[in-house]
């Protein structure tokens, strides 16, 4: 692999928040990046083209998705257990 | 100043091929969304919505109408067809020339040009039927009722995503209310139920995979569905004159545009067209009794709508009904106003509230009576039909028992 899962997921959330990826923090929230809902449905379009990758999300019920959204790194962890999953 | 009234009705949609049909299923409360029967549904993630069943365009039409007439405007010719033989109007002479037709759609011929894309792209073919333009535009239903019916007037298409129908139908009450028309044609249809179309509405991540729940807490999104609804609007005059049978009269219309977001609905958007509907009728929101509700289901417009009910109502807001049939015929877009403005015709006229099914958590965000699951028996005077689409435009009619 060129690139590990989280530098790939921490560059698609730095573009829909307008930073650099160096300024992207593990800890962060959505919220604390700016990304709306709409940069959020767009993100998640990103990761499943760069992953080729399903995730599961409802824009309508954001907390009871599998996909945990709360901060980068859970962001990071969910698409690492996708990538795992849907490699099996 | 003219007032206006309905003389005709007519609908095809997921709940019945006439209105007879659809008042019955909604007094039942009945559901007409279901599993999609379209090709490659398999490659779809959501794979519900509210069809037209037990449909075949060639009982209804033959090969040269098939060859021009799109899915949607097959339903449009369906219901314009009960809409106008229940008016009783023959357009000729000076009525045909003061008499028009303008309907709402948002997606037009989606269907022709999902299937024609598919030919030239995936298949490979360097040519397709020679009828594909005049078949997929947006105005083709309009321009195929007023050549069929003889509608010389003003005709038109209004596309306006999910409020299409409601600013259709609202222009056909200022063309007849400001004297520019007698009689005019209005409604909207929509067909995007095609591989295609729910492939792209997938994308926004705001569909529900099992049911269309307005105003319920555990909501999860829109279904979409398809169909038509078609009125004639008349001149209350001439409509006396003649001994017509009247099912309403329109009695107001307000638009407005949140000028905020392409997609997030603004409560103070529908809260100025709500309350401009009340003006334009001249009556105070204590005289309504119904609202057909714009209710999608999902998280962002039930809660928002609430909100701007609770802001224009006040203390009334407590007493009004409000309900979304989108639970039963799922959101038929550029259609959705004019099979909604059905359930208000029902209100008015045979004193029966549709209900909003699929009702199952109350929400704190949507605290009001939402006519859950069962439908109610009450004497209406007054109601609006709420339509707010996306791109912030919001069409809010109002209408009077006659």
Redesign the interface.
Known sequence: MTENVKNRVIRIIAEQALIAPGDVAMDQSLEDLSID??AL?EA??AIEEEFDI?VP?????PD?SEFDISTVATIVAAVEMLVAEQKA | MHRVVITGAGTINPLGHCVAATFEAMREGRCGIGPLDIRDVDRL?IKIGGQVRDYDPHERFNRQQQALYDRFTQFTMIAAKEAIEQSGLEFTGALAAESGVVFGTSGGGLTTQDENYRAVYEEGKNRVHPFIVPKLMNNAAASHVSMTWNLKGPSFTVATACASSNHAMGQAFWLVRNGAARAMVTGGSESMLCFGGVKAWE???????DACRPFSAN???MVQGEGAGVFVFEEYEHARARGANILAEVVGFSMTSDAAD???PSQQGAARAMAGALRDAGIDAGQVEYINAHGTG???NDKTECAAVANVFGAHADKVMISSTKSMHGHLIGGTGAVELLAVVMALKDGVVAPTIGYQEPDPECALDVVPNEAREAKVTYALSNAFAFGGLNAVLALKKM
């Open positions: 809902s709409m449905v998640i379009f399903q999300f409802n824009a309508n019920e009871k | 993630s994308g926004l991540r705001v569909m529900s995979r909501r999860n999104g392409i997609v997030m999902t998280a962002a």
